[in-house]
């Protein structure tokens, strides 16, 4: 293989792999846009919610089990208490989808 079929083919996967995220990103609904009630919906759904972080970016969360199921929740360890995983939403400053486990 020469060197330039080489490198169109690494252009050629660069572009195919960043097709693959960039649309992912964009086109997804983020906890901002959402009311509070659609946000825990969303979380109880899928098991995840994306929000928006200060630079722009967009990130999956998928921390805790979902308020529904918030009974179910055993943290193991005596130093461990049930905290709420909170997500900023249109409507809410802090909207509680989920409960995690976490050290005080």
Known sequence: ???????AVL??????????????AQAQVTA????????????ERNGR???RTGSGAVLPIY?????????KLRCNSADESRQRYNV??????YC???YVCRAY
Do not use: F, H, W
Request: charged share 15%.
């Open 32 to 43: 901002d846009q959402m009311t509070c009630a659609e946000a825990v919906a969303t979380y």
């Open 96 to 98: 509680t989808i989920s």
């Open 63 to 71: 921390d805790g089990v979902p308020v529904s199921q918030k009974s």
């Open 1 to 7: 293989m020469t060197y330039l079929t080489r490198l």
């Open 49 to 51: 919610i994306y929000v």
């Open 88 to 93: 900023r939403t249109n409507d809410a400053r």
């Open 11 to 24: 252009a050629m996967g660069m572009s195919m792999m960043i097709a693959a995220v960039v649309p992912s």
